[in-house]
């Protein structure tokens, strides 16, 4: 694969321009740098008289250069050559700093278009160096002003260090010198959508001439990106399926646990349930998403296919993104199996934190295989963590994980082993072909009966200030009748906001700072209304051991308000627990308030949510939080998040690679664009599986495993 798009760059432009770009935007080819497609054009802008000149706006204007004057300047070194311009209605001053040379070319009387941005300066309008063209005798004035201010400037996303003039000139040079380029997309795909060659809409896009130039590159490589990006998906699914796995058939322990639940399973878990089952006992690896609802009982999905690879003397791996989740899921597993079965598959749990003692015991019984069931962080992934033979790997909260790492953990067993991936957080169609269309899809979005629901209110103290003391008067009148509490917080402590890949950006940096742990625990400990309450913080900076206790004495109903960040988030499972009070609620996310409120309601205890907030109304923030008090529906939700999120947050910055990069592709906005592409993809490998036909594909999609492999070593 040594195309042009794979030249290096300190080869085309140069060690010190290469250097810049590389440390800038981290390009190391032509094609990266090709790849970084203008953010918008602008035009030089309309003929603007010098009379109706607007101040910090760019403008372009005809003139005549009237008078120039060259001095130094008083305040420091150089010197500064200041040209004043007419047009018959005003006059305008240029203005540039240590370049008198420009006064050959800037002669009385000359004839020309300037453009730039106007600034003013003790009362005189002024252009500092403006860019512009004068016109040769022979010109014809007003038609050469109308063409070059109608001219296109491409605007590129740039850097303090490298400016969006030196990205133009840099693709100028690369373009110029650029041989002819293979297209990825096959001709006759091309043909049927009318799209131009690849190497037509690289000019197209970079240097277009008119509005419809862009605008025809823009649809081709758009579509390219998708093309490969699903053609990459679908290699890799077809991948998995060539290897050979080892089929688990449920047998007595399996059937034995059915037997013995004291509820009926709902019909979307009996549904999934047998899609599992069928792919378990197959000899191509399991390869699937589970997508369900909060509190669908995903986990309970889940645990029935370990107990299938438990009765062939397989052990399954659960990977949780974090230590509470991991050791919540532990002891929501011994206490569904009941003791005898507990005793009898022994599971474990494996994470950074264990003492050495702890660590060893658990490598043991792995290794051994003495545990059939193991629950851990990303400890499972370590070098020396060895299975005595891993039948399935499941991977709780994908969004929380690259694709590469449960490759790592498939990576453990002798044979491939099956895989299942959970997400709490329904995904829309266009995201799951985008992110996950490697994974065949269950969706699980039936609840259990039983459950008394949930309400959400929203407490918007921007309108209401006089709320807030209204907000712990309502808990506690919640736990005066026995119940239990969540109050969340988007920060530690006033230094420190907890890192979370889901949390959006601030609208803005003012106003007061976000609410933290440790204050809202000293008010919470101060207010009378609170008194005689027991009320604990758990956030991420506390050491293991400490946030397990925690959690243990919190299910155990000895604390009756737990003050916390988002470790809560998922997978918490106290039913006795009844309110969730979010404060600064607009600093989460769609999905993210809705896995909060997902804490309480688990039970026959109604549930209350109060999203508190001092986002003003009719801002996207404030928009975000009603629209999760607005229904309980996750999969509308969904949808109401991925319109309103940027789109790498969307995608989630954990996500492999490419995956996580899109250029041109909007997964909210390119959903029947993604799936015409899947399937003229899926034609394509369907006739050439090894694409020896396609070699132009094939080296994109080398590329695109370069440049994954790179990522992932980058956050090794």
Known sequence: MTG????????????RTAQALEKA????TVGDLLSHYPRRYAKRGELTGLAELPVDENVTIVAQVLRSTDRPMRQRRGSLLEVVIGDGTGQLTLTFFNQAWRKNELRVGARGIFAGKVGEYRGTRQLAHPDYRLFDEEEQGADVAVEWANTLIPIYPATSSVSSWQVQESVKVVLDGLGE??????PEVREERKLVPYGRALELIHRPQRDADYGMARKALKFQEAFVLQAALLRQREEVRSLEATPRVAGSIAQGFDAALPFELTGDQRTVGEEIARDLAGSQPMNRLVQGEVGS????????????VADTGGQSALLAPTEVLAAQHLRSIVRTLGPDLAARLHPVLLTGQLGAAERRKAMLAIVSGQSRIVVGTHALMGENVSFFDLGLVVVDEQHRFGVEQREALRAKGAKPPHVLVLT???IPRTVAMTVFGDLDVSTISELPGGRAGISSFVVPLADKPGWANRVWERMSEELAQGRQAFVVCPAIDAAEVEDDPDAPEPESSAGPPPASVTATLAEARANPVLAGRRIEALHGRMPGEEKDRIMRA??????????????????????????MVVLDADRFGVSQLHQLRGRVGRGSVPGLCLFVTRAPAETLARERVEAVASTLDGFELAQIDLELRQEGDVLGSTQSGGRSSLRLLRVAKDGDLIAEARHAAASVLADDPTLAAHTALRDALARRLDEESEAFLAKS
């Open 4 to 15: 042009p798009l794979d030249q290096k760059l300190s080869g085309a432009l140069g060690g």
């Open 25 to 28: 935007f981290g390009m190391r």
């Open 181 to 186: 380029l293979d297209d990825p997309v096959p």
């Open 297 to 308: 009982g995903k986990t309970l999905v889940a645990l029935r296919a370990m107990l299938a």
């Open 424 to 426: 709490a957080t329904p």
């Open 554 to 579: 919190f299910a155990a109903r000895e604390i009756d308000v737990l003050i916390a960040t988002t470790v809560i988030e998922v997978g918490v499972d106290v039913p006795n627990a009844s309110t």
